[in-house]
């Protein structure tokens, strides 16, 4: 039984904020439709599903406008019975150790009565494909059966509004196709109304009929996708949207790169206490005035390569060397370096930049590297402006790191390496979940920097972003030699 | 500021949880690193620290600011500690529930509807006097242990700890992380500048 | 870290079956019996009674060495403490360290002390190691009556252990990559392990948001009563066991005292 949506004049801005979140919304859903909503980052989308899911609680935020979800009127703040709720990050949406109890969460919170829980558990993981028994750890799945567990615990409540928010956003490619069929399964062989955000449109056009484009003051263009896009096309482009049929041109470099920098050696490493080798024999080479690409499926080890040449882990065989040109004076391999010492030659990128904050404020964070190998003040000061400037942070010096955007924040991991000048730069999925926007900024300084003479080594899933970068790919296949 | 309801929703509960969660982990990594050369410092010198086991219960109280907030965050905090192997065994689900009840007393005090530093530093006091004197009845008896020189010092060292880490530092952190804008669904967090 | 779930495990041995309100209750008045007395007897006849049941919990002595480890410091602490600050030394005197005298007085209490240190650790590993913690959740709610929405909170939480684990070794390396280490410097490891602890509170405040927003979702305050998918039945087997802890928690003290050695916690 599909539902019909209709916002009017909806606006909600959160508390502790200045800025509306989304505002002038005027919208109508039909039942059985199958909408993509699309905008630029900060366009409110997610505040927009988070309010037809009914989530909005009062006292979290201010409201203008109505929201109705028929049938009987439901509103905002009402329990939402009826409405399935996917969002992107797999760990943070699954609340028990073992996939069966974590489906029948749902129920429970309904009341169903405990006969039909285990039936219609089985039958909601049977609807997404699910892979793995009831007993499952949920801890022990890959992201993308995380998600598919997901989907399968809001379907169980048998809902007619589902809505999706960027599910695939956090996967990898295999994880993603992995959603998407789960998500083309379920809609088959129901009537259920489709709320769907996606970054990548091109592979979620399959699952809808018509795309809405959020901007600010509201629905910015409405339609089937072939109109919205050709009309609207450039300007989204323009707005960070991934529009199918607009490709990014290519900047790899002509020449083989510079001398060598860092080069790993029958490479493998254990995590302590683990059975199974997390990287086996794996031999890289980094040079100067190169993008190097590190590509390969979920748990091939690309991440632990990336730590190993980061001099931040210490190899279980093999040795990591660095040329007398990248160590200028130091001996031993880099995982015996000084932290100071390290982040002047190898600046290394994490995944989710959060992790490296340290400071309470963007300049500061700017200044800590420079001030730890030692530069002066003066030099210092000059270093935080050059890449505040160059990386279009000027305007946030004085925020506190945590309060940035997501593709603020990546730029300003990015920048704080860059802080202390090293010749190698290690990114770990650099691209993940960019608008496109951010995503051509990265790839161009990254650009630069190779052109400048850093070695930059990315591990990545992004195919785009290897074609747009890479002067050389390594594929880790993840077979253990053992 | 409107009052608050008494009622906790699920983003109370799952983030004190969470709180207590977190500071079990901190505190394995804790003793990970510390274990060796702090357990030489004879007692009572060792309470010098001491501040740092009662943090969860102020924090709870100032992030959550419900009744039982402290209580409660403190008491998972303990769980999560004996889970990972604690040398105390299962006392510490006692010690931790009588430490957050310290911690909640300070709070109840000023009916849960002040929050200064001032309360915070009540209610880390309190909440390091429970600990210490759970401590010096259960595991340092007079019959064993010298009162004037070991148990009253260790009283007043444990309490000044807890005064200052937990109290202190306590109040610190919950204003550092509304600034990071995590805190934004409680009301700890709106007393920041709108971003 | 290994995560929670090989921690707390389910068990098929026949102590390890039983309802986990009913471990627990049976454990703490163990548990109390061994606290209400200061002398080495009584813990050591408890540790006794532990290491026979042991099999029947079906966890190996090997792994129980293994984690009652820490407990080894604790004593070692313990002790260490008793030989500075005793508060009477009476017998006769063993040996000297610089002015303070170790009697036999002082060593028997630190026997009593360090010996109740591991009587108590001892069935708290044992339960703990045997308990699966859904299934800890679903007795206190349906056994215990403990408000739901609070042990589910906190049952999902504890999901989150093993993933903040591996959080806490992760801000390690970023912060070694930003070029920051203390090196042999104590105040500088203070100073990062305060930061990191900052970094990992706000990681964990922002997953635990969004949990919340994800269970409320999915109805989990949507104020109907909850039922339940897993039953956690407190059957006559249960009930022994809690029964078979009181008696033999009392002959226990019984012995002690029937001994003299007995020596209450509150004279």
Same mark, same amino acid.
């Given at each position: 039984?599909?539902?019909? @949506? ?12 200045? #800025? ?74 699954? @609340? ?7 489906? *029948? ?25 699910? *892979? ?21 615990? #809001? ?48 592979? #979620? ?5 018509? @795309? ?14 072939? *109109? ?14 991934? @529009? ?122 700017? *200044? ?28 946030? #010096? ?85 | 500021?409107?009052? +608050? ?25 804790? +003793? ?114 010298? +009162? ?25 952190? +919950? ?21 | ?36 007395? &200061? ?13 026979? &049941?042991?099999? &029947? ?21 313990? !002790? ?60 206190? !709610? ?21 993933? &903040? ?39 964990? !405040? ?62």
């Amino acid at each position: 039984m599909a539902v019909q @949506v209709e916002l009017r004049g909806f606006g909600w801005r959160h508390a502790g904020r200045a #800025a509306w979140a989304v505002r002038g919304v005027d919208l109508r859903i039909e039942r059985g439709e199958r909408v993509l909503l699309l905008g630029p980052s900060g366009a409110g989308k997610s505040t927009l599903l988070a309010a037809l899911a009914g989530l909005l609680a009062e006292d979290s935020g201010e409201q203008e406008g109505t929201v109705t979800i028929a049938p009987g009127g439901v509103g905002i703040g009402a329990a939402g019975g009826g409405i399935g709720l996917l969002c992107q990050d797999p760990e943070t949406q699954l @609340v028990m150790a073992r996939a069966g109890d974590d489906v *029948a969460f749902g129920l429970e919170n309904r009341g169903v009565p405990p006969e039909e829980i285990w039936p219609t558990v089985d039958a909601a993981l049977a609807a997404v494909g699910f *892979a793995y028994p009831r007993d499952h750890p949920t801890s022990a799945l890959s992201g993308g059966e995380q998600q598919r567990l997901a989907l399968a615990g #809001a379907l169980a409540t048998r809902p007619s509004l589902l809505l999706l928010d960027e599910p695939t956003a956090n996967l990898d490619p295999d994880g993603a196709a992995l959603v998407r069929s789960a998500i083309g399964r379920v809609l088959a062989d129901r009537e259920t109304t489709l709320v769907l955000v996606e970054h990548r449109v091109a592979e #979620a056009l399959g699952l809808v009929d018509r @795309v809405v484009v959020l901007g600010d003051g509201g629905v910015v263009a409405d339609g089937p996708p072939d *109109a919205v896009f050709a009309e609207h096309g450039n300007a989204l482009t323009e707005q960070g949207v991934w @529009v199918p049929g607009h490709p990014v041109t290519p900047r790899r470099t002509g020449s083989p790169g510079g001398p060598e920098l860092l080069r790993g050696e029958g490479l493998w490493f254990r995590h302590p206490g683990a059975d199974r080798f997390a990287l086996s024999d794996v031999d890289c080479l980094v040079r100067s005035a190169e993008a190097l690409a590190v590509v390969g499926p979920n748990g091939s080890g690309k991440s632990t390569l990336a730590l190993l040449l980061g001099g931040l882990l210490a190899p279980t065989r093999g040795t990591v060397a660095p040329t007398m040109d990248l160590a200028t004076g130091l001996t031993g391999p880099p995982h015996r370096w000084r932290a100071a010492a390290l982040a002047s030659r190898i600046g290394s990128v994490f995944q989710d930049p959060e992790h490296q904050f340290v400071s309470t404020r963007v300049a500061d964070e700017l *200044a800590l590297g420079p001030r730890r190998v030692g530069r002066t003040a003066r030099e210092t000061q000059s270093i935080v402006d050059d890449l505040l400037a160059r990386l279009r942070l000027s305007h946030l #010096a004085r925020a506190n790191p945590y309060t940035l955007s997501g593709g603020e924040q990546r730029r300003l991991s990015v920048a704080t390496a860059l802080a202390t000048a090293p010749r190698v730069l290690i990114l770990d999925e650099p691209t993940f979940g960019q608008d496109r926007r951010t995503w051509i900024e990265l790839v161009d300084l990254l650009a630069k920097l190779r052109d400048d003479g850093c070695g930059v080594v990315a591990v990545t899933h992004d195919t785009d972003f290897v074609d747009a970068l890479a002067d050389r790919t390594l594929t880790l296949t993840g077979a253990s030699h053992e | 500021m409107a009052q +608050t309801s008494r009622r906790w929703r699920t983003v109370d509960i799952v983030v004190a949880s969470v709180v207590g969660v977190a500071f079990g982990v901190v505190f394995w990594a804790w +003793t990970l690193l510390w274990s060796g050369p702090a357990d030489a410092i004879p007692l009572p010198g060792r309470a010098f620290m001491y501040g740092m086991w009662l943090v969860p219960a102020v924090l709870g109280g100032l992030i959550i600011r419900k009744p039982g907030a402290a209580t409660y965050t403190e008491t998972v905090a303990a769980v999560v500690a004996i889970a990972l192997g604690s040398v105390w065994g299962w006392s510490i689900f006692f010690q931790g529930v009588i430490e957050g009840l310290g911690a909640e007393l300070g709070f109840a005090i000023f009916a849960y509807r002040r929050f200064s530093m001032g309360v915070a530093l009540l209610a880390g006091t309190l909440a390091g006097l429970a600990a210490a004197i759970f401590d010096i009845v259960a595991w340092y008896p007079a019959s064993a242990y010298d +009162t004037a020189t070991m148990r009253l010092p260790y009283v007043a060292i444990t309490a000044v700890s807890s005064l200052v880490i937990a109290g202190l530092g306590g109040y610190a952190l +919950t204003k550092a992380l509304a600034q990071t804008g995590v805190l934004d669904r409680f009301p700890s967090g709106r007393e920041r500048v709108p971003v | 870290m290994s995560s929670v779930a090989t921690l707390m495990r389910r068990s098929d041995a026949p102590l390890a079956r039983r309802n986990p309100v009913a471990k627990l209750a049976a454990g703490l008045v163990f548990t109390f019996a061994v606290l209400a007395t &200061l002398d080495p007897v009584t813990p050591a006849l408890a540790i006794g009674i532990v290491l026979v &049941l042991v099999p &029947l919990f079906g966890v190996g002595y090997g792994e129980l060495a293994r984690r009652a480890a820490p407990v080894l410091l604790g004593a070692t602490g313990v !002790i260490v403490s008793l030989l500075f600050f005793a508060a009477e030394r009476t017998g006769t005197v063993l040996f000297t360290v610089g002015p303070f005298a170790v009697t036999t007085g002082v060593v028997y209490t630190a026997l009593g002390l360090s010996l109740r240190l591991f009587a108590v650790a001892l069935p708290a590993i044992l339960i703990f190691a045997t308990t699966d913690p859904t299934d800890l959740a679903d007795a206190l !709610i349906q056994n215990v009556k403990a408000p739901p929405r609070f042990a589910i909170g906190a049952l999902a939480a504890l999901r989150l252990v093993p993933l &903040l684990g591996a959080q806490w070794r992760l801000l390690g390396l970023a912060r070694r990559a930003r070029g920051v280490d203390a090196g042999a410097n104590p105040v500088a490891a203070l100073r990062n392990f305060a930061s990191a602890t900052f970094a990992l509170l706000v990681g964990a !405040i922002r997953r635990g948001t969004r949990l919340a927003t994800a269970m409320d979702a999915r109805g989990f305050d949507s104020g109907l009563p909850r039922t339940w998918a897993r039953r956690q039945r407190f059957g006559l087997a249960d009930l022994a066991l809690v029964a078979a802890a009181v008696v033999v928690s009392a002959a226990l003290i019984a012995t002690t005292v029937a001994l003299g050695t007995f020596d209450p916690l509150l004279a």
